[in-house]
């Protein structure tokens, strides 16, 4: 938890809020070079330095650091009830970019969880919805994986028939091309149908999952309303 002192803002928290945010590498290196003036500051200065401090990692792909920092922000505004810094709600900020940096960490498990926590408190809001999306497309269960894998077998068997027809069927039977083709083609379209099957069926239980929650998030919403 942040220290709550009531000092006069400083020099260097001036100098904070002139940085452009949209230049993280400065707003970071100036954090570092002031973080222990920026802990005398006053509460509120504490929290919007923290923020922007938390948003610059993020940007710059340190989720490891930002994760960390993540949870302080959090516990912050839940424990000292600081929802909004800056006209910004940064709970729901903060939680989002948590489940993106867990996202790109490949925490596909804990990007999920967040996302989840996310759409139930805005069911209606189409990022939450798109970030459980792309996590739940890259947790490919067991048999789409088996389907995906067959499919790649499929492809590099009718690769080595398109090897056999052309270096010996096409020249020394010719007679049996025509079935060669159709072979490997069948080959081939198994291939192509094992992908089509194994992602499309995915992607369709994925979006019935998804429509499911979001209804019950809505339903337990209104209940509470």
């Known amino acids: 938890m942040l220290k709550k002192t009531h000092i006069e803002s400083s020099k260097a928290y001036r100098e904070f809020r002139a940085l452009n945010e949209q230049e993280p590498r400065a707003i970071m290196r100036y954090y570092k070079e002031h973080e222990k003036v920026f802990q005398e500051l006053e509460f509120d200065e504490q929290n919007y330095i923290l923020t922007v401090y938390a948003d610059a990692l993020f940007k710059l792909g340190s989720y490891q650091s930002y994760l960390k920092l993540a949870d ?3 516990e912050i505004s839940i424990i000292d009830n600081v929802r909004f810094i800056q006209g910004e709600d940064i709970y729901r900020k903060t939680l989002f970019q948590k489940g993106y940096a867990y996202f790109y960490l490949h925490d596909y498990t804990a990007a999920s969880y967040v996302a989840k926590e996310l759409i139930k408190i805005s069911p209606s809001y189409r990022p939450y919805t798109r970030l ?9 269960p067991n048999y789409v994986k088996k389907l995906l894998g067959l499919g790649v077998g499929f492809y590099f068997l009718s690769v080595i028939f398109i090897i056999i027809e ?12 025509a079935i060669a083709k159709l072979v490997r083609m069948g080959v081939f379209g198994l291939g192509l149908g094992a992908f089509i099957v194994g992602e499309g069926s ?18 337990r919403k209104n209940d509470r309303a």
């Open 202 to 219: 995915h992607h369709w239980q994925i979006r019935n999952f998804i429509k499911d929650f979001r209804s019950k998030a809505k339903a």
């Open 166 to 177: 052309q270096l010996i069927i096409a020249n020394f039977y010719n007679d049996v091309l």
């Open 132 to 140: 459980l999306q792309r996590c739940m497309i890259r947790q490919r």
């Open 72 to 74: 302080r922000i959090i």
